[in-house]
């Protein structure tokens, strides 16, 4: 499947997805901050409560070189951090929460809501513009082929998630990522 090929069937085309995540955000710059970095923020806020030797702890724990390197079992401890990073962060850790999201998509919500919290990444605020800018601000480096995966990957969530989720990534599509303000 191309990037640009409409998803139809769930169980055909999630490889493929996949396969496509993996090769449009393939070589996507690793930023300093580790995923456990930010469970530590995201636990503490940005108060001086996290101590130096946790914080560089929690780096030195890293495992990835590479986005694809990063563990499930992370991604499922860090399922909302998608929210709280920058444009460079957002960048390298999405195409690993996708990948996840879509490998596990036949999980409910109540076991992991990694898709859930994925696909409200990618749903801009109709009714905030500070949060709407916020997040469309995070896709301002997605280059033409990876905003055409981020499409894919909504799109395939609509047609296999019959919950929130596949409703919120029916909205980001005809709101932002369809529509001609992406």
């Known amino acids: 499947m191309n990037c640009s090929d409409n998803v139809s069937t769930a169980a055909a085309d999630a490889a493929s997805l996949i396969a496509c995540i993996e090769r449009e955000f393939a070589g996507t710059q690793r930023p300093e901050t580790s995923l456990r970095q930010f469970l530590l923020t995201d636990q503490y806020g940005m108060s001086e409560d996290i101590s130096e030797r946790e914080w560089v702890a929690s780096g030195k724990d ?56 994925t696909v409200h990444a990618l749903s801009p605020s109709e009714r905030n513009q500070d949060s709407r800018a916020y997040a469309i601000a995070k896709y301002a480096d997605f280059n033409a082929a990876q905003r055409q995966a981020v499409v894919q990957f909504l799109t395939f969530v609509a047609q296999v998630d019959e919950s929130m989720s596949g409703q919120y990534a029916l909205a980001a599509l005809a709101n932002y990522w369809q529509a001609d303000t992406a």
């Open 62 to 117: 890293r495992v990835d070189s590479i986005w694809q390197e990063i563990p499930d079992a992370e991604i499922e401890e860090g399922e909302g951090l998608l929210a709280h990073m920058e444009a460079e962060e957002f960048l390298y850790y999405l195409p690993a929460y996708m990948r996840y999201a879509v490998a596990y998509q036949h999980r409910t919500n109540w076991e992991t809501d990694v898709l859930g919290m």
